[in-house]
């Protein structure tokens, strides 16, 4: 038996024959781009966050890069953030002209250490870019707190953390904009790329709309500078589809973790803890181990996939490394990154691949 970390094609014939259909409407309605599918795929998506703006656009990557230019972000300013993300969160604020501050995690939960965001703020901080790693959530609370007191924007990166609730509200509703990936193997995954920017500010919504489409107005003249950034119909018809399923997948999703809560009883083996007020949606299951090349051999030979989210830090890949003047040292970050590996979860595992997942890791000794 091998258990896959992504497997789309097991929950497919779920929604199927609607899927199909969707394609088809689309097809046949001559209108491709920003039409009625994208209207009521972002209606849908905004009231299942809470927010009163959804932009939809072509991806995680343009929703943080969009953001940050809506917010004025660019040569010269600084914006803090963890180095222990996918390379996008990055790339989105070089893309602006930024610089990032990489800044270290706390040990107990691997997210934004609030400490050491203080620590770094100086007179270039423009803004905050919390990340929802894994499902898991920032303390958004302390981010906005601190965000105020030094009039900073604030940007989610919810790329990895759809359905997760931080005090009973969705992450995404509480910085200037949440930016949603749905890559195919996010938790709310399209056949394709897409991605989408919530917010509650009109202004902002109604620049970023512009935005994401050349900065037109409706008389297709640039107002202001922008992009092409525009979610395709195809896609928003197809998330519509998978956003009124979401719920029931996401339970799937939390049942596994259940299994591992309960089942992983290996004293080699520990994980993250999750904050406090954080209800996460396990867009991965991370655990932590000293031994971790040993248990991607043991896995392998039973063949369990897994993960690593992320091996290298940001500010130790080649393509950023010149972006820190000074050796810059984040000591549990890159501890962090030596231990961490992500088990098998998704809507279709079962729990017969999740109990033998854990009998798997309960076995495991060096
Ligand atoms: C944390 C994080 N931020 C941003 C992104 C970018 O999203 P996309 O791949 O849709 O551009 C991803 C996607 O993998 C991600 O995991």
């Given at each position: 038996?091998?258990?896959?970390?992504?497997?789309?094609?097991?929950?497919?014939?779920?929604?199927?024959?609607?899927i199909l259909d969707a394609i088809s409407r689309v097809l046949h309605s001559n209108q491709l781009i920003l039409g009625p599918e994208t209207d009521l795929?972002?209606?849908?998506?905004?009231?299942?966050?809470?927010?009163?703006?959804?932009?939809?656009?072509?991806?995680?990557?343009?929703?943080?890069?969009?953001?940050?230019?809506?917010?004025?972000?660019?040569?010269?300013?600084?914006?803090?953030?963890?180095?222990?993300?996918?390379?996008?969160?990055?790339?989105?604020?070089?893309?602006?002209?930024?610089?990032?501050?990489?800044?270290?995690?706390?040990?107990?939960?691997?997210?934004?250490?609030?400490?050491?965001?203080?620590?770094?703020?100086?007179?270039?901080?423009?803004?905050?870019?919390?990340?929802?790693?894994?499902?898991?959530?920032?303390?958004?609370?302390?981010?906005?707190?601190?965000?105020?007191?030094?009039?900073?924007?604030?940007?989610?990166?919810?790329?990895?953390?759809?359905?997760?609730?931080?005090?009973?509200?969705?992450?995404?509703?509480?910085?200037?904009?949440?930016?949603?990936?749905?890559?195919?193997?996010?938790?709310?995954?399209?056949?394709?790329?897409?991605?989408?920017?919530?917010?509650?500010?009109?202004?902002?919504?109604?620049?970023?709309?512009?935005?994401?489409?050349?900065?037109?107005?409706?008389?297709?003249?640039?107002?202001?500078?922008?992009?092409?950034?525009?979610?395709?119909?195809?896609?928003?018809?197809?998330?519509?589809?998978?956003?009124?399923?979401?719920?029931?997948?996401?339970?799937?999703?939390?049942?596994?973790?259940?299994?591992?809560?309960?089942?992983?009883?290996?004293?080699?083996?520990?994980?993250?803890?999750?904050?406090?007020?954080?209800?996460?949606?396990?867009?991965?299951?991370?655990?932590?181990?000293?031994?971790?090349?040993?248990?991607?051999?043991?896995?392998?030979?039973?063949?369990?996939?897994?993960?690593?989210?992320?091996?290298?830090?940001?500010?130790?890949?080649?393509?950023?490394?010149?972006?820190?003047?000074?050796?810059?040292?984040?000591?549990?970050?890159?501890?962090?990154?030596?231990?961490?590996?992500?088990?098998?979860?998704?809507?279709?595992?079962?729990?017969?691949?999740?109990?033998?997942?854990?009998?798997?890791?309960?076995?495991?000794?060096?």
């Open positions: 038996m091998s258990i896959k970390t992504f497997d789309y094609l097991k929950s497919l014939p779920e929604i199927e024959h609607k795929f972002e209606q849908k998506f905004a009231q299942y966050v809470g927010a009163k703006h959804c932009i939809g656009v072509t991806s995680g990557t343009t929703a943080l890069h969009l953001s940050l230019l809506a917010l004025g972000i660019g040569a010269g300013d600084e914006v803090i953030t963890v180095s222990n993300t996918c390379t996008p969160t990055i790339a989105a604020i070089r893309l602006c002209g930024a610089n990032p501050v990489f800044i270290d995690i706390s040990d107990d939960d691997l997210m934004m250490d609030i400490t050491q965001l203080k620590m770094n703020i100086n007179e270039r901080t423009r803004c905050i870019l919390p990340v929802h790693l894994w499902g898991s959530c920032v303390n958004m609370s302390a981010i906005l707190e601190t965000a105020k007191a030094h009039n900073l924007a604030v940007i989610e990166d919810c790329a990895q953390a759809c359905g997760t609730t931080y005090r009973n509200q969705h992450v995404g509703t509480y910085g200037d904009t949440g930016c949603f990936s749905f890559y195919p193997t996010k938790n709310l995954g399209a056949y394709g790329d897409a991605g989408a920017i919530v917010t509650n500010d009109d202004q902002l919504a109604s620049r970023l709309r512009m935005m994401r489409t050349y900065g037109y107005d409706t008389s297709a003249v640039s107002q202001i500078e922008g992009m092409n950034a525009r979610i395709s119909e195809i896609q928003s018809a197809i998330l519509h589809i998978k956003l009124q399923v979401f719920d029931q997948w996401l339970e799937r999703r939390l049942g596994v973790s259940k299994i591992y809560n309960q089942g992983i009883s290996n004293h080699l083996i520990s994980s993250p803890q999750l904050p406090q007020d954080c209800v996460p949606s396990y867009h991965q299951y991370v655990i932590r181990c000293k031994y971790r090349d040993e248990l991607m051999d043991w896995l392998q030979s039973n063949n369990i996939a897994f993960g690593i989210h992320y091996p290298v830090p940001v500010h130790l890949m080649p393509a950023y490394s010149s972006l820190v003047s000074k050796p810059l040292k984040l000591p549990i970050t890159e501890q962090s990154c030596n231990e961490i590996l992500s088990l098998p979860i998704h809507e279709a595992l079962t729990s017969e691949e999740a109990k033998s997942v854990v009998g798997t890791l309960n076995q495991f000794n060096i």
